[in-house]
């Protein structure tokens, strides 16, 4: 099983660009999924972002396609989630997360990282 360490994240004002990484150790991701999630107090975990390690064909939830980019880097098995033009909506605990296939539901990834906190003030 792979495991993921998150950093990046913060307090940003609205229209402010934040950047995410998730380093993966365990094993190489060859063909899985890296995928990003987010969670706000009381809602549930939602599909953000995820990119096909090997083609780095990506796939973006409606709500930010535009604004977040996800892309990997193969030789540091790292994973990143950059966040322009953010809103107050964003703010949310950011996870990412690996399977083998592409799905947005979070019960199809099977490791996870500890999450991390982006915060954005109107």
């Known amino acids: 099983q792979v495991q993921l360490v998150e950093s990046g994240g913060g307090l940003v004002q609205t229209g402010g660009s934040l950047s995410l990484s998730c380093a993966a150790s365990?094993?190489?991701?060859?063909?899985?999924?890296m995928a990003w999630f987010r969670q706000a107090p009381g809602k549930e975990r939602d599909f953000v972002a995820a990119?096909?390690?090997?083609?780095?064909?990506?796939y973006y939830a409606d709500t930010v396609k535009g604004r977040f980019t996800t892309s990997r880097d193969i030789a540091k098995n790292t994973g990143y989630l950059k966040m322009n033009i953010l809103k107050p909506e964003d703010t949310a605990v950011y996870y990412c997360?690996?399977?083998?296939?592409?799905?947005?539901?979070?019960?199809?990834?099977?490791?996870w990282g500890q999450g991390t906190q982006v915060t954005v003030s109107s």
């Open positions: 997360a690996a399977a083998n296939y592409y799905s947005r539901a979070s019960s199809m990834y099977n490791s």
């Open positions: 365990g094993r190489t991701f060859g063909s899985s999924i």
């Open positions: 990119i096909h390690w090997s083609s780095g064909l990506r």
